[in-house]
């Protein structure tokens, strides 16, 4: 029954992460040259520098990966405690501590595959937001070919497509490192 916990506390875990990074967001986009509107003198938007983008960027990155790790081990934990628990059922524990035995394995054995998984995921994932914003700026462009609009709407899905088949694959080797106990590779 306590494995019926875990999204619980995942899903609270994974809040107080996005209230760190929504705070920590809010600071780097204030970071910059405050410059008035050209129609609007009396409203100033932020400038920001190259750095400043390649920091937001790396921090944007940062939250898709966190996230991925964070899902990654609760399949982990899920998947080496069912394990733990069809090998253990007719022993004399008859199965029980297999949660903590799960989570005791994912942070002394198996945290650097599971970050390895979440990271080739976070890659896809942001790749996908990459095309996602310059598919809306083609959007915004008057005179858009309509065969430039067929080929972004493919890519979108191939993109999808790709991160969907990513993130199987990914929880599939979660499961199979916690059942023969290697690595991701």
């Known amino acids: 029954m306590e494995v019926f916990l875990l999204p619980a506390l995942s899903s609270i875990v994974t809040g107080m992460w996005f209230v760190i990074w929504l705070s920590s967001a809010i600071f780097i986009f204030s970071v910059g040259t ?28 940062s939250l898709l990966w966190i996230n991925s790790f964070i899902i990654g081990s609760v ?29 005791y394995w994912l942070f002394r054995y198996h945290w650097a595959s ?46 999808w497509c790709l991160e969907k088949c990513v993130k199987y694959i990914s929880k599939n080797a979660y499961i199979q490192i916690a059942l023969t106990n290697e690595s991701f590779f």
Request: hydrophobic share 40%.
């Open 34 to 61: 405050p410059t008035s509107r050209e129609n609007y003198p009396y409203i100033t938007e932020i400038k920001w520098s190259q750095e400043t983008r390649g920091v937001f960027a790396w921090h944007v990155f």
């Open 75 to 103: 399949q982990f934990i899920i998947g080496a405690s069912t394990c733990i628990w069809y090998f253990t059922v007719k022993t004399d524990t008859k199965g029980r501590g297999t949660l903590r035995k799960a989570t």
């Open 114 to 159: 599971i970050a390895f998984g979440s990271l080739i995921i976070a890659i896809c994932q942001f790749i996908r937001l990459i095309f996602e914003y310059y598919r809306k700026k083609i959007g915004t462009l008057e005179k858009t070919i309509p065969w430039v609009k067929v080929v972004v709407c493919l890519t979108g899905y191939c993109l």
